[in-house]
């Protein structure tokens, strides 16, 4: 099983700031790697998949890069509606899809 | 517009049963593979099991294996979730989740509480 870790596991930014948020997996996923959001009590929401590819409607100030067993989701200039959990999945070798534990961005 | 709606959770016996429910709409349901994915209060996301598109390829995690049925009725739209032998630790929400792979829709989940 890809184990998935996060870091860090909370992060306070201010608005209009940039978030850098880290994703890392157990062993190479290539770049079969998704991030969601999740806003307290919904849903999860597909912002990135392939590593690198806005979901539709998802946008552009969120980008995601990395391959392999690294990768990074930056949000730009965080807005107010940005304040969330966000996950990042792998879908390489499976079952099991594995989740991370979650990075929380909170308002500094 | 593409609709997930979960169905059928409730407070349920350690030991018990509860089948849930996903009502699919707005997209061609028999053409999609899906998924149940579950979150514990305040915790992670958690994948449960897959069906492909004709039921003919299922996976499950270890944690449910043995113990919870997937199955899909293409007809009817819909995705069930059969969980037998329910444990306390499978006290979540329960969330029907569309695609192989990576997951471009999900319903807004169903609460499962095991409790005595």
């Known amino acids: 099983e890809i184990v998935m870790t996060q870091s860090p596991a909370t992060l306070s930014v201010s608005p209009g700031e940039r978030a850098t948020l880290s994703c890392r997996a157990s062993?190479?996923?290539?770049?079969?790697l998704a991030w969601y959001q999740q806003k307290p009590g919904q849903a999860p929401r597909l912002l990135i998949y392939?590593?690198?590819t806005r979901a539709t409607g998802i946008p552009a100030r969120f980008s995601g890069s990395g391959s392999g067993t690294e990768f990074t989701l930056t949000i730009s200039s965080l807005q107010s509606e940005d304040f969330a959990v966000y996950y990042c999945q792998q879908y390489n070798n499976w079952p099991p899809l594995t989740f991370g534990p979650g990075t929380k961005v909170d308002i500094k | 517009e593409v609709q997930l709606a979960e169905s059928g959770g409730g407070l349920v016996q350690p030991g018990g049963s509860l089948r849930l429910s996903c009502a699919a709409s707005?997209?061609?349901?028999?053409?999609?593979?899906m998924n149940w994915v579950r979150q514990a209060p305040g915790k992670g996301l958690e994948w449960l099991s897959y069906?492909?598109?004709?039921?003919?390829?299922?996976y499950y995690a270890d944690s449910v294996k043995g113990r919870f049925t997937i199955s899909r009725d293409n007809a009817k739209n819909s995705l069930y979730l059969q969980m037998n032998s329910l444990r306390d630790e499978d006290t979540a929400v329960y969330y029907c989740?569309?695609?192989?792979?990576?997951?471009?829709?999900w319903g807004q989940g169903t609460l499962v509480t095991v409790s005595s």
């Open positions: 069906i492909s598109v004709t039921g003919d390829t299922i």
């Open positions: 392939g590593a690198s």
């Open positions: 989740a569309r695609d192989r792979g990576y997951s471009t829709y």
């Open positions: 707005g997209f061609t349901f028999s053409s999609y593979s």
């Open positions: 062993q190479s996923v290539s770049s079969n």
